[in-house]
């Protein structure tokens, strides 16, 4: 018997039976920074993919050089494929750094699973070095956290981790904003043992049975595949609640309401966002969105949203606007910090003219659809009888002469290519952004979501892994100079995989955001030494197209290993062809190539 058909009629061990129950439930891809407890399922992704190719294709393996870039891109992955990806994280130290991104996903309501390797069963009462609690750093963003155990059928264990990401998923929350990331803690023993699968050769994952086994990528809500099954109708209840909200709408005065969306309710697919754009056109309610959205499908033809304002101030009066408010997913807006003499909720209407409608709790797409007929909007076309509520098409034009922030912005706007992707970090550059792409061709605008910083390069990946035929534009102003050193490393990946990212850093030599912070707080001696020291990026002025670029003569996909032969040319930085504009014509020559590059490109705004 030859090696390779000894190697595939052997039984799988623990870490291939948790792996091709991921692929079984419908995963592809696996954003990994592996170590000596992760080894098994780095040969695991291979055998695995080996026996699914073909059947459903394998699980594509993504090496970051930090955990917060794998946590990130899962995260960015999965808000563009709406289906979870599965991260490979090394013990509690690697959780650990991956748990800002982890972080921004709970609040974006992203679904993610967790691989995480632990100490072997009968080695970890010795309190090794790298030993820790794995469980409590994971429940700390998890909605299902769970430790494999010695004969347990791990299929299951996969389909129920799998199946806790799904919305309304066993574990997940049910309100708008819940966690979806679910944690997998695997001892090291278990990945090189047999898998335990005697429970489930009645009752594979797939087979469409019941119990946590019996997830389908159908089963996941938004999911690309084809064989999604259609949504069910709405219950009896949950109509009465529709028709109830519908009464009260038409029941306010016009320009008296307000529908604030995120999760479902931003997406074009599925015709949530079309429903929401109609319901404001009908009854003349405003149409906002949070400030941190996950995603928000958006540009000509799509619903004109208003963005809420980021200081609670700003935003507390705007929605003392309003008499009625629907929260269609989206979280009650609250102040994202405790100012002295601020806001902290942010809606002071009374509970009866506040309506919720959860995707979690209610088909959202459907509950949306009923609220529109009651309103009479379903014969509202965008473009034609939408009272102005649809965005009609508009770029602005090109900018010129002296480069700056807005202008930036402006100048991202005029040349963003229809189907984009647009990962937006912005705390202070970006402000204008919103605004000024609001008719431009039809795109895919994520945000900073639970606050942590570093979020932009690695959502960038997750995103055009999930998306390899739309450009993806990661504004770093969006991602300044202090936020994109958090996740550096990403750049490598966006180089190795040869991702379609044109990463934007809007060099302002500074953490921006502070010094607004400073002022906003009135704190005194805000120009003192120790402030500026804390604040100022500019002493040593980061070099970002060395830290990016690639040389001139570098081959076009280092993935192929020509970067190992001893011939290969010479590099630098990450590999990442990058350039630098101190002008708005400058800045546009460089955006004009870079969206023209298969892979990644960088551009240094200076500002």
């Not at 970002?544 to 630098?572: E, F, K, M, R, T």
Request: charged share 15%.
């Amino acid at each position: 018997m030859s090696r390779a058909a000894a190697a595939a009629s052997k039984p799988p061990n623990g870490a291939e039976t948790l792996l091709r129950a991921a692929v079984d439930a419908g995963l592809e891809v696996c954003f990994a920074n592996p170590g000596t407890s992760e080894m098994h399922f780095v040969s695991a992704i291979d055998s695995v993919s080996a026996n699914t190719a073909g059947i459903k294709g394998g699980l594509r393996a993504v090496l970051g050089l930090h955990e917060t870039v794998c946590s990130g891109a899962a995260d960015g992955y999965a808000r563009m494929a709406r289906r979870p990806a599965l991260t490979l994280l090394h013990l509690g130290p690697g959780l650990a750094n991956g748990l800002a991104n982890l972080h921004n996903a709970r609040r974006a309501g992203t679904p993610v699973v967790n691989l995480v390797g632990d100490m072997a069963t009968w080695h970890k009462a010795a309190d090794p070095l790298l030993n820790s609690d794995i469980g409590a750093l994971a429940a700390a963003v998890s909605c299902h956290t769970h430790t494999c155990q010695p004969g347990e059928n791990l299929s299951a264990a996969m389909a129920a981790a799998v199946a806790a990401t799904a919305i309304g998923g066993e574990g997940a929350s049910q309100a708008a904003g819940g966690s979806r990331v679910a944690t997998l803690i695997v001892p090291h023993d278990l990945s090189w043992e047999g898998g335990n699968d005697a429970a489930t050769e009645a009752n594979p994952v797939g087979s469409g049975t019941s119990g946590p086994a019996a997830l389908t990528p159908a089963a996941l809500p938004d999911s690309q595949h084809s064989s999604a099954a259609p949504a069910p109708g709405l219950p009896a209840g949950a109509q009465r609640f529709v028709r109830e909200a519908a009464a009260a709408l038409k029941a306010c005065p016009r320009g008296r309401a307000a529908l604030y969306i995120g999760g479902r309710a931003a997406l074009a697919k599925g015709e949530a966002l079309l429903s929401c754009g109609r319901i404001a056109a009908a009854s003349g309610a405003a149409l906002l969105c949070e400030n941190a959205f996950a995603r928000l499908d958006r540009g000509a033809g799509l619903p004109d949203v208003q963005r809420l304002p980021y200081f609670p101030q700003d935003a507390a009066a705007e929605l003392a606007k309003y008499e009625l408010l629907l929260l269609l997913d989206a979280r009650p807006p609250v102040a994202n910090f405790g100012y002295e003499g601020g806001p902290s909720r942010l809606v002071t209407l009374p509970e009866e003219a506040v309506w919720e409608f959860d995707s979690g709790l209610v088909d959202l797409p459907a509950a949306l659809r009923l609220l529109a007929e009651e309103l009479g909007a379903a014969s509202i076309t965008p473009g034609v009888n939408c009272r102005g509520t649809f965005c009609s098409p508009s770029r602005p034009p090109v900018p010129t002469g002296r480069l700056t922030a807005a202008a930036l912005c402006q100048a991202v706007a005029a040349l963003q290519p229809a189907g984009a992707v647009v990962v937006d970090e912005s705390l202070t550059s970006g402000g204008s952004y919103f605004s000024v792409s609001r008719g431009c061709p039809q795109f895919s605008h994520l945000t900073l979501t639970g606050g942590a910083i570093g979020a932009g390069i690695p959502l960038a990946v997750g995103a055009a892994v999930a998306c390899p035929d739309r450009t993806v534009i990661n504004l770093q102003a969006m991602q300044a100079d202090g936020s994109a050193m958090y996740s550096l490393q990403g750049l490598w990946t966006q180089s190795r995989e040869q991702l379609r990212v044109v990463t934007v850093i809007c060099a302002n030599r500074s953490y921006a955001i502070l010094k607004v912070e400073q002022a906003k707080q009135r704190i005194t001696h805000s120009n003192g030494k120790a402030s500026r020291a804390l604040t100022d990026l500019g002493s040593p002025a980061l070099d970002w197209v060395s830290l990016a670029q690639a040389s001139a003569g570098l081959p076009h996909h280092p993935a192929n290993l020509s970067l190992c032969s001893a011939d290969a040319p010479p590099i630098s930085g990450m590999g990442v062809p990058a350039s630098r504009a101190t002008t708005c014509e400058e800045l546009v020559a460089a955006l004009r190539t870079a969206m023209q590059r298969q892979g990644p490109s960088l551009v240094e705004a200076v500002l």
